[in-house]
């Protein structure tokens, strides 16, 4: 059960390097750049969002692997079925594995990664929390502006929901994608959590 809500976070130890694969995912909010290795997932970059796709580009965008999916190695097939599922299935996306991560910032011991884990494990799907309610979850409620730093750091978007976390006002605030796409996950997964509740 935990294996499933916490993923695997594997190290890059020894005198083996790991062989990073990179992948797109054309997804509603643009190409999503995923990298990887057999040890896990590296990190997701987020395209840059100038306007908000519309409801109908939303539905027309079938998110797709592009290119060679077949020789991916096994984290980076469960990330892109967990993202495609995100944008096309959210309501699968609790029964999915997420992948192995394999990123220097989530293998030391510190509070940003204590913070990712913290928001991964407890802020669900259609939910937000504020920073320093993140704080508080994180166990240390004075460490406010730590989280929004931890936020900049998460190498994993999406997947460890960063545009979860908003202001105490409810405003957005910032994200790696830019204000818009925040916006847009945030309002995709209001939509979608209505969905299922009806």
């Known amino acids: 059960m935990a294996s499933k809500l916490v993923p695997q976070v594997t190290s890059k130890g020894g005198a083996s390097q790991c062989k990073e694969r990179h992948v797109v995912l054309l997804?509603?909010?643009?190409?999503?750049?995923?990298?990887?290795?057999?040890?896990?997932?590296?990190?997701?970059?987020?395209?840059?969002?100038?306007?908000?796709?519309?409801?109908?580009?939303?539905?027309?965008?079938?998110?797709?692997?592009?290119?060679?999916?077949?020789?991916?190695?096994?984290?980076?097939?469960?990330?892109?079925?967990?993202?495609?599922?995100?944008?096309?299935?959210?309501?699968?996306?609790p029964s999915l594995p997420l992948p192995a991560f394999h990123h220097p910032l989530l293998l030391q011991d510190s509070f940003t990664k204590q913070v990712l884990w913290t928001l991964l494990r407890d802020v669900k799907f259609g939910e937000a929390v504020s920073y320093k309610q993140l704080a508080d979850l994180a166990g240390n409620g004075r460490a406010?502006?730590?989280?929004?730093?931890?936020?900049?750091?998460?190498?994993?978007?999406?997947?460890?929901?960063?545009?979860?976390?908003?202001?105490?006002?409810?405003?957005?605030?910032?994200?790696?994608?830019?204000?818009l796409m925040k916006e847009w996950l945030l309002s995709h997964e209001r939509l979608q959590k209505e969905k299922w509740a009806n």
């Open 27 to 93: 997804s509603p909010v643009g190409e999503l750049e995923i990298s990887g290795c057999e040890m896990g997932l590296h990190e997701i970059k987020l395209p840059k969002m100038s306007v908000l796709p519309s409801s109908r580009a939303e539905s027309s965008v079938a998110c797709q692997v592009r290119g060679g999916e077949e020789e991916l190695p096994e984290p980076l097939r469960q990330s892109t079925a967990w993202l495609h599922a995100y944008f096309c299935e959210p309501a699968r996306t």
């Open 144 to 179: 406010a502006r730590a989280v929004g730093g931890a936020m900049r750091s998460n190498p994993i978007p999406i997947i460890i929901p960063c545009h979860r976390v908003i202001r105490s006002s409810g405003q957005t605030g910032n994200y790696g994608g830019g204000n």
